[in-house]
């Protein structure tokens, strides 16, 4: 089979194309033909080894995907072959065929083709569970979104949304704006030409706002946390930025905020109730026309590229790779 190789930690530059052997399913596991792998910033800070979790030397990055289980190892009884499924893994998803264990994998909800499926299930549950799960959203509320245009960023402002939160998005630009706006927020702030906090309470009645989901981090995370209400919350999801933000606690004393972290990949094990209430709402809203905003598909020889991209900042929404383009 063809995958992506990543043989030293580095740049996605590294990272090459190359035929494998086909994967064997071990005991528990399940192998997947791949259709499409969404690219997702973690990806990058795996192939670079900055992640919380080391993947060892060679590997095939990737992390989410969309295809039809083809085979399964001793001890799983299903799903049977030929079911269309998605998953997360920690690497090897970048490949015609992965190999996971069957806990990795999760239906796709009716309505997704699969680029759509492969894009989905990280950022939208991210997105659910930093608003509901952690965040404790309520239908008026205001959230600010920072990173708005980027993969959980756009979810975020699509599920805020459709939970009925006004929304003020963030980005670096007037363009990124627009692509949130698309998605219905309410209000934009270019954080790099504008003052974050002044302008999140400006737009918000002048109290601020009640909610913040921030998968950029930065200097971007204290200036957002001034700029809530009193009782208000801040999500932290991630760091795009590269700048892990160390916040003084007396900002988070003065005005009784709540500050609260969101990890996806455990979610399942730690809350399988919060896990499943999050499948059946983010179903909901697939059935009622809620899609991933894919900005771009590219072939699995492109792996490289589609990185870069993601590292430098110039994509919005997700990158898709499409297993069977050429
Ligand atoms: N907690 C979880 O379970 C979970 C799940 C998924 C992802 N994450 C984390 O969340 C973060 C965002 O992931 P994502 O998939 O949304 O990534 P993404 O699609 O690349 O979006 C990240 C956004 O951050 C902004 N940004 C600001 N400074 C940046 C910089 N120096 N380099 C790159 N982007 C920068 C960019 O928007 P502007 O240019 O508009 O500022 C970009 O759109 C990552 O740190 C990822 O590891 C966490």
């Given at each position: 089979m063809r995958a992506a190789r990543c043989?030293?930690?580095?740049?996605?530059?590294?990272i090459s194309v190359v035929e494998l052997d086909d994967p064997e399913p071990g005991p528990g596991e399940v192998v997947v033909r791949v259709h499409a792998a969404a690219v997702n910033y973690p990806d990058v800070l795996i192939a670079a080894d900055r992640y919380q979790v080391s993947a060892p030397l060679p590997f095939t990055p990737g992390s989410e995907f969309a295809g039809v289980v083809t085979a399964l190892g001793p001890g799983v009884a299903g799903p049977a072959v030929g079911s269309p499924m998605a998953g997360a893994v920690l690497s090897g998803a970048f490949a015609e065929q992965v190999v996971a264990p069957l806990a990795a994998l999760r239906p796709i909800p009716d309505g997704l083709d699969m680029v759509h499926a492969a894009a989905f299930h990280v950022t939208y549950n991210t997105a659910y569970h930093a608003l509901?799960?952690?965040?404790?959203a309520t239908a008026g509320e205001w959230a600010a979104v920072l990173g708005a245009a980027g993969g959980v960023g756009s979810a975020t402002v699509d599920v805020a949304k459709r939970l009925g939160l006004r929304v003020v998005a963030a980005a670096s630009s007037e363009e990124r704006l627009a692509t949130a706006r698309k998605l219905g927020a309410d209000a934009g702030i270019d954080y790099v030409r504008e003052d974050l906090k002044s302008r999140i309470r400006e737009l918000t009645g002048g109290e601020g706002a009640h909610l913040v989901v921030d998968p950029v981090g930065g200097d971007h995370a204290e200036a957002a946390l001034r700029a809530l209400r009193r009782d208000g919350r801040f999500v932290t999801v991630g760091y795009a930025d590269g700048r892990i933000p160390r916040i003084p606690l007396n900002l988070v004393l003065l005005k009784n905020l709540v500050v609260r972290g969101f990890e996806a990949r455990t979610i399942r094990r730690t809350d399988p109730d919060a896990a499943a209430a999050a499948a059946r709402a983010l179903a909901g809203m697939v059935r009622d026309g809620m899609r991933p905003l894919v900005s771009r598909v590219h072939p699995l020889s492109e792996v490289a590229a589609a990185l870069t991209d993601v590292a430098e900042r110039r994509t919005t929404g997700k990158i898709v790779l499409d297993m069977e383009a050429r």
């Open positions: 043989t030293e930690y580095g740049p996605p530059s590294g509901v799960t952690v965040g404790g």
